[in-house]
């Protein structure tokens, strides 16, 4: 099993930053890949970045390329998300993600970005 847990959303006016922390405990071995994935209300969950374990290749969502940053320090099992640049149309609730045999995820942090 995989333990996930976020910290870092909040509300921010448009045009300003937030960064995202999910932190990874248990069977971490068993992780290929973390990423981010974020719901808005009345959406679907989408991908919004990725990167895996072995490389540390990254993938991100078109809405988000050269404004959001995937990053993980493997040292402190920690995945990272810096977002810049932020509009109101990323205000979402955000999960992180861990692939291996199975998918687990954490709670949800709430981005809200005023207009």
């Known amino acids: 099993q995989v333990q996930l847990e976020e910290s870092g959303g909040g509300l921010v006016q448009a045009g300003g930053s937030l960064r995202l922390s999910c932190a990874a405990s248990?069977?971490?071995?068993?992780?290929?890949?973390m990423g981010w994935y974020r719901q808005a209300p009345g959406k679907q969950r989408e991908l919004v970045a990725t990167?895996?374990?072995?490389?540390?290749?990254?993938n991100y969502a078109d809405s988000v390329k050269g404004r959001f940053t995937i990053s993980r320090d493997s040292a402190e099992n920690t995945m990272y998300l810096q977002m810049n640049s932020l509009k109101p149309e990323d205000t979402a609730v955000y999960y992180c993600?861990?692939?291996?045999?199975?998918?687990?995820w954490g709670q949800g942090t709430q981005v809200t970005v005023s207009s």
């Open positions: 990167i895996s374990s072995i490389g540390g290749r990254t």
């Open positions: 993600n861990a692939q291996g045999i199975r998918h687990w």
């Open positions: 248990g069977s971490i071995f068993s992780i290929n890949a």
